[in-house]
């Protein structure tokens, strides 16, 4: 070891500071000769009862801890701030940036050498890896896993049918005592959503970009294995440290590409996008919205994974797991990113078997060739909007139609059922207000649910609008992230019902046939709403955070303050 330990700063000094910094953490029992150079490592862990999706990961600390101990390593285990997608309201969305301060102060702030993150539903895994970015010391992350496959009635079931059984009961196609046979059966196992949604897709992208060992996204959570892989990350992070091997030295530019290739391959969560770029932020790479649509849009959907496909994560590790596809991938990626174990993404999935074909893909016979995602641009979003086309429906992807709009989320629950309203199949769903500041949070409520008198007819998709996001495991022609949000005044405030708007894919494009003039005065005329929260972290969240297409972090966040902290407590 070339460098001294940043632990040694507080544990190997003398007098009163050394005094004060050890004799405490030895009420838990500590030898004096831990503290003698030891690597700290911290676990950082979103276990919560809360996060029922991270409910296990005491246990899975515990995998970390011992090959932390294996390597010679101080493990200490400390928690943050947890977030579950399905209790918190209004969005878990709304507190990624609290947690984010909360990894990143805890990190920074305490002895510690390395750290491992313990990420599984959504939002712990980028909240996790933008705080430890901003201090860039040895990190490496390990995932929850995945679920096991839901079973109901026989069938394979998931999260997207979360929405497909929901919208089926309000169709009078499904009865509630049969919707509560699906809900008994959907979670049969510890580990978060098992689909492509975003928590996968997050776990995809943290490996993609190198920040776990090769394997690390599919292994289900009630796999032994994945407690192996949770030992075996505690002992690397202990010789990530004695080589000074940081976030900084692997998230390159070109990692990031690879992620967002990857992303297009497994047909990733939408939400991937608000999440990197706001990692990339953190960590100081240039990535701008604009530029994701090129870079996946050569990429066929390979994985044939609800919600664009049929099969589930289990699916997928049987198949494989993510190296199998990686090694598929191998012409379009970027082959000499360095990953936390020392070795180049290539390296790690050169030796990857492919089992299902049906699962994974080849390139020269793809699941589809609609790519996960695209970026649109038009008078309706000026700084861009993005859409699943691998999720959506064809017959959508040109298509123009009459707005019907709704001004705010209790608007569009109070009428979309309404039997006066004047709604059918071609018409265009746009719904306001759900943005980053407008919310606040920036739900997902995107996918908004069709009205009760056509999904009766039987329509199951139309064009859909909103600022706001959608669940990874949702799907339809839903255009999102819209920006700047409806609160901002921009284009999108001023979109009335029956406006005539138009999305063309091919194009990229999302226009109403409204004349500059015509947006112009209507804006004039536009109110800006006050906002909702003055007081206390929501305050700050409206007051501070950023539009979607720049990842809607807090602007005070960007970029990092490293890790030193040169003033003593006492
Ligand atoms: Fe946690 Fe889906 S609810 S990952
Ligand atoms: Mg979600």
């Excluded at 050569?298 to 994985?303: E, K, M, N, R, T």
Aim: one cysteine or more; aromatic letters at 6%; a negative charge.
């Amino acid at each position: 070891m070339d460098k001294k330990l940043r632990s040694q700063q507080w544990f190997g000094k003398k007098g009163k500071d050394g005094f004060i910094y050890r004799a405490w953490m030895k009420n838990q029992g500590i030898p004096a000769d831990e503290f003698e150079g030891k690597p700290v490592i911290g676990i950082c862990n979103t276990w919560s009862e809360l996060t029922p999706c991270n409910a296990h990961f005491r246990e899975l600390a515990e995998s970390v801890r011992r090959g932390i101990l294996e390597a010679g390593g101080f493990p200490v285990e400390f928690p943050v701030m947890s977030l579950g997608e399905t209790l918190i309201k209004p969005t878990a969305m709304l507190y990624r940036n609290l947690v984010s301060m909360d990894v990143e102060e805890s990190i920074r702030a305490n002895p510690l050498d390395g750290v491992v993150l313990l990420c599984g539903c959504d939002k712990t895994t980028p909240a996790l890896v933008m705080g430890a970015c901003s201090v860039d010391i040895p990190t490496i992350v390990v995932s929850g896993g995945p679920m096991l496959t839901g079973k109901y009635q026989g069938k394979d079931i998931g999260t997207t049918d979360v929405w497909r059984f929901t919208n089926d009961l309000r169709a009078g196609l499904m009865s509630q005592d049969e919707l509560n046979e699906a809900e008994a059966g959907l979670c049969r196992s510890r580990g978060h959503c098992a689909v492509m949604g975003t928590a996968s897709s997050m776990a995809c992208m943290v490996e993609s970009l190198g920040l776990t060992l090769p394997g690390n996204a599919a292994i289900p959570a009630a796999d032994s294995n994945r407690k192996v892989l949770a030992q075996l990350s505690g002992r690397r992070i202990v010789d990530m440290v004695k080589e000074d091997l940081k976030p900084s030295d692997i998230l390159t530019k070109k990692a990031f590409e690879n992620a967002i290739k990857v992303n297009a391959a497994i047909g990733g969560s939408t939400n991937f996008v608000i999440h990197l770029t706001a990692i990339a932020g953190r960590i100081g790479i240039p990535l701008e919205l604009k530029e994701f649509d090129p870079i996946s849009a050569p990429i066929p959907l390979l994985a044939n994974l609800q919600p664009s496909g049929k099969f589930f994560m289990e699916d997928l590790y049987y198949a494989g797991g993510l190296p199998a596809l990686l090694k598929e991938l191998d012409t379009f990626l970027n082959k000499d990113c360095i990953t936390v174990n020392g070795k180049t993404i290539r390296e790690n999935y050169k030796n990857a078997r492919c089992f299902n074909q049906d699962v994974i893909t080849s390139l020269d016979k793809p699941f589809n060739t609609e790519t996960a995602l695209a970026v649109l641009q038009g008078n309706i979003c000026e700084n861009g909007a993005v859409i699943k086309p691998s999720a959506a429906s064809p017959h959508l992807f040109k298509h123009t139609g009459k707005a019907v709009v709704f001004e705010n989320i209790e608007d569009f629950k109070a009428r979309i059922d309404d039997p006066d309203l004047p709604v059918d199949e071609t018409s265009i769903l746009v719904l306001k207000n759900v943005g980053p500041k407008g919310y606040p949070g920036m739900p997902e409520v995107g996918n908004m649910s069709l009205p009760v008198k056509l999904l009766e007819k039987g329509v199951k998709d139309m064009v859909r609008i909103s600022d706001g996001r959608m669940s990874g495991t949702g799907f339809g022609t839903v255009v999102l992230h819209v920006s700047p949000e409806a609160t901002h005044g921009g284009n999108f405030s001023v979109l009335e019902t029956g406006d005539i708007i138009t999305l063309d894919l091919e194009a990229r494009s999302l226009n109403v046939d409204l004349s500059d003039a015509e947006l112009n005065a209507r804006k004039e005329k536009w109110i800006k709403p006050e906002n909702l929260v003055e007081r206390g972290y929501t305050g700050l969240y409206i007051n501070n955070v950023e539009q979607a297409h720049l990842g809607a972090d807090f602007n005070f966040l960007k970029g990092g303050s490293g890790s030193d902290v040169t003033r003593d407590s006492h």
